[in-house]
């Protein structure tokens, strides 16, 4: 594998399409790592990403600043498998300006990650209020299969540190008649006092890692879909909702990782 030189003036080459992201994407979502330690059946990651370095990552979210991007949202696969200091880097991006999110399965995280002052939001999982269908969904072999009792936990602890969180679901065959329940949920953990910023819908694509093999068993139609993000509205009012139809392409958000050495951008490279 080629590596780039992160010191290296001018920037590499491959580095220059930095130029060409958008304006109007104000968030950029790093992916650092491919390696996760779930396997859910409608993953839409690539495995064919590369680990970022920390001068890589820490170059990228230099040259995120100097674009006037300072929001930045770290994620994987899983970020705290990242084989470099996580922390470390959420420091840097704060000491740099940037607003820092961490994008996680939360799954394995830190004893004390809630009262972490370099993480300004968590963004964490839930399919299901049905454990068991959730469970299904977010199949967790280190965790002995018990993710949703993990997820209400860190909410748990999320709620006792006043931190910030947002919550992803994304939106299948299977659990589309969760929704409801999980917006009920979700606007009581609000009105008990979390700090919930946002739930994000996403609805279900057959790419990656294992989405592109089970679509048979996942797919919802975009009527369908619009219908369950009008169902989370009714059930969750005042709560911030978000329905991504395709979350390969958000409005506001670009995606940022490496393959085979060279910078991929999520706008450019999906258009390829
Ligand atoms: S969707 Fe599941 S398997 Fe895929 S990166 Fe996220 S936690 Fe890991």
Same mark, same amino acid.
């Given at each position: 594998m080629q590596l780039?030189?992160?010191?290296?003036?001018?920037?590499?080459?491959?580095?220059?399409?930095?130029?060409?992201?958008?304006?109007?994407?104000?968030?950029?979502?790093?992916?650092?790592?491919?390696s996760c330690d779930m396997v859910c059946p409608f993953c839409a990651a690539d495995t064919d990403l590369d680990t970022m370095a920390a001068a890589q990552a820490r170059l990228l979210l230099r040259e995120?600043?100097?674009? !006037? *991007?300072?929001? $930045?949202?770290?994620? @994987?696969?899983?970020?705290?498998?990242?084989?470099?200091?996580?922390?470390? #880097?959420?420091e840097f991006a704060q000491d740099l300006g940037h607003f820092v999110q961490v994008c996680t399965n939360g799954g394995t995280l830190p004893?004390?990650?809630?009262?972490?002052r370099a993480v300004d939001r968590f963004v964490l999982p839930l399919e299901a209020m049905n454990p068991e269908l959730h469970d299904r969904l977010r199949i967790w072999p280190r965790g002995g299969g018990r993710h949703h009792a993990a997820i209400l936990t860190r909410l748990r602890q999320l709620t006792e540190a006043e931190k910030p969180f947002t919550?992803?679901?994304?939106?299948?065959?299977? !659990? *589309?008649?969760? $929704?409801?329940?999980? @917006?009920?949920?979700?606007?009581?953990l609000a009105q008990s006092?979390?700090? #919930?910023?946002?739930?994000?819908?996403?609805?279900?694509?057959?790419?990656?890692?294992?989405?592109?093999?089970?679509?048979?068993?996942?797919?919802?139609?975009?009527?369908?879909?619009s219908n369950?993000?009008?169902?989370?509205?009714?059930?969750?009012?005042?709560?911030a909702?978000?329905?991504?139809m395709n979350m390969r392409r958000p409005s506001?958000?670009?995606?940022?990782?490496?393959?085979?050495?060279t910078l991929q951008i999520g706008s450019i490279a999906y258009d390829r």
């Amino acid at each position: 594998m080629q590596l780039l030189d992160p010191w290296s003036e001018p920037l590499p080459a491959a580095w220059r399409q930095m130029e060409e992201v958008p304006s109007h994407k104000q968030i950029a979502s790093i992916f650092l790592v491919p390696s996760c330690d779930m396997v859910c059946p409608f993953c839409a990651a690539d495995t064919d990403l590369d680990t970022m370095a920390a001068a890589q990552a820490r170059l990228l979210l230099r040259e995120l600043r100097q674009r !006037n *991007i300072r929001n $930045v949202v770290f994620g @994987g696969g899983e970020p705290y498998l990242w084989p470099h200091n996580l922390h470390e #880097l959420c420091e840097f991006a704060q000491d740099l300006g940037h607003f820092v999110q961490v994008c996680t399965n939360g799954g394995t995280l830190p004893s004390d990650f809630a009262e972490s002052r370099a993480v300004d939001r968590f963004v964490l999982p839930l399919e299901a209020m049905n454990p068991e269908l959730h469970d299904r969904l977010r199949i967790w072999p280190r965790g002995g299969g018990r993710h949703h009792a993990a997820i209400l936990t860190r909410l748990r602890q999320l709620t006792e540190a006043e931190k910030p969180f947002t919550i992803s679901t994304v939106v299948t065959r299977s !659990n *589309i008649q969760e $929704v409801e329940a999980i @917006g009920r949920f979700l606007l009581c953990l609000a009105q008990s006092g979390a700090r #919930l910023h946002a739930w994000h819908l996403y609805r279900f694509i057959a790419v990656g890692r294992a989405g592109s093999r089970n679509a048979g068993a996942h797919a919802i139609t975009s009527e369908e879909f619009s219908n369950a993000c009008r169902l989370a509205r009714a059930s969750a009012p005042r709560v911030a909702i978000y329905g991504r139809m395709n979350m390969r392409r958000p409005s506001s958000v670009e995606y940022f990782w490496l393959q085979r050495g060279t910078l991929q951008i999520g706008s450019i490279a999906y258009d390829r």
